[in-house]
């Protein structure tokens, strides 16, 4: 089985398909095989492009450390490394959900690499507005459930829905609250105001795709990004959560389109 090793940590990864490069990066508690196989994006993808599909560190069937430290820019460094093991100059980039804020952080911070970007059920606030100090009390709020010795004990309803979604995929616990901790608390190189956050975005200059379920329960703006980012456009899926929308049909067929389109620009 393909791994690489980044610093010690053994990344899982995969690779299938012919076309322009495309680096799939999945959401939190699932894996190559939860997010994109189950759901069929991969058969849907592979046709038309060369799919790279990363095991994120303590996810499936990479690495999964107990710390903080060890996510949060190391989950960043892992991709670039990655691309850099496979010597590829530049992809395109679809993360869903943790996914989609790992691949904004490559965007923001190597843009360099990245020809596109789709970020699927992926919601923004900014560093200063009170609406992100409640999605990160909502994360740790998560985190306390992962670690809670019986998933009978958790109230908050998104706390529980992860803890039951991790256990079903197979998940380590420990490792899981690792990687949600250090995603919220580890923020070098990102910006730390409103007006830093708008400034940057504004400065992207890739074709950039957001699509989210009108039901997703996941806290912020979901049209944010696709207005401030010169170059984007937004979806939302009619009935569909953030679990739901996976698998629906019109994202696979949103995010084909978009990638015909920047293929062959």
Request: glycine share 8%; charged share 25%.
């Amino acid at each position: 089985m393909p791994y690489f090793d980044n610093k010690g940590i053994k990344i899982y990864y995969e690779i299938e398909g012919n076309g322009p490069d495309l680096l799939m990066i999945h959401g939190f508690t699932s894996s190559i095989e939860w997010n994109w196989r189950l759901t069929n994006w991969d058969e849907f993808l592979k046709k038309e492009n060369r799919l790279i599909l990363i095991d994120c560190r303590g996810h499936g069937k990479s690495d999964k450390p107990l710390t903080p430290d060890q996510y949060g820019p190391n989950m960043v460094d892992d991709i670039t490394n990655l691309l850099k093991h496979l010597s590829i100059e530049k992809a395109n980039f679809f993360g869903y959900s943790m996914g989609s804020g790992l691949t904004l952080s490559v965007l923001l911070q190597h843009p360099n690499l990245v020809n596109s970007a789709i970020l699927g059920g992926y919601v923004v606030s900014f560093p200063d507005d009170p609406q992100r100090e409640f999605a990160k009390k909502s994360m740790m709020t998560t985190v306390a459930g992962f670690r809670s010795e019986n998933s009978k004990d958790i109230k908050d309803p998104t706390s529980k829905r992860f803890r039951l979604l991790a256990q079903a995929t197979g998940g380590n616990l420990k490792a899981l609250a690792a990687v949600m901790e250090g995603l919220y608390t580890q923020t070098d190189n990102m910006p730390t105001s409103r007006k830093e956050m708008e400034k940057v975005l504004k400065k992207i200059s890739v074709p950039v795709l957001t699509v989210v379920g009108t039901d997703d329960f996941m806290p912020g703006d979901r049209t944010l990004i696709a207005q401030l980012v010169p170059n984007a456009c937004h979806f939302q899926i009619q009935g569909k959560d953030h679990i739901t929308v996976v698998a629906d049909p019109k994202f696979h067929m949103i995010v084909k389109a978009f990638l015909n389109y920047v293929n062959n620009k």
